[in-house]
C-alpha cells in the first residue's frame, strides 16, 4: 500500500501547521481525526481555524525536494512552492504554482504553437 502525504495548513493564510509523511508498504491510513490527536499543533487549535489537503503518493516529489518553502493558496486550495533564488539569497520567498505544473502548462503551449506554425505554413502552400 502508498499513503501520500497530508498537507494541514491555517484556513486564513495558507501557512502550513503540519505535513504527514508518505508512507509505503505494510501501513494503514490514518483518519484526520487520528492525525488531529497525534500531532499537538493541531489538537492545539480550533478544528475550524484549518484545513487538509491529501496528496496522492508521489505527488510534487521534485517540487517538495527543491523548493525552499511552500503554502496553500486559500482561494484556489492548491499548494505553491518557493524556490531559492541563487542570485539574490536575501530576497524573501516567492510562491508560485508547482513547477512540475508549470512545465506542463508551457509544454501544452509549445504543442499548440507548433500545431499552430504547421497550421499556417500549410495554408501558405
Not at 494541514?8 to 493564510?13: G, P, V
Not at 478544528?47 to 516529489?61: I, M, N, Q, S
Not at 508549470?102 to 501558405?124: C, K, N, P, W, Y
Amino acid at each position: 500500500m502508498k499513503i501520500g502525504c497530508k498537507v494541514f495548513y491555517d484556513k486564513q493564510n495558507g501557512n502550513v501547521l503540519i505535513t504527514t509523511s508518505e508512507m509505503s508498504g505494510d501501513v494503514q491510513p490514518t483518519t484526520i481525526e487520528q492525525d488531529i490527536a497525534t500531532f499537538t499543533a493541531l489538537s492545539e487549535r480550533n478544528r475550524d481555524t484549518f484545513d487538509v489537503l491529501e496528496l496522492p503518493f508521489g505527488a510534487f516529489e521534485q517540487d517538495f525536494a527543491e523548493c525552499n518553502g511552500y503554502r496553500v493558496n486559500v482561494e484556489t486550495k492548491e499548494l505553491e512552492f518557493s524556490h531559492p533564488d541563487q542570485n539574490v539569497p536575501t530576497e524573501p520567498p516567492v510562491f508560485q504554482k508547482p513547477l512540475s505544473e508549470q512545465l506542463r502548462e508551457m509544454e501544452s503551449r509549445v504543442e499548440l504553437t507548433e500545431e499552430a506554425i504547421d497550421f499556417l505554413l500549410m495554408g501558405a502552400m
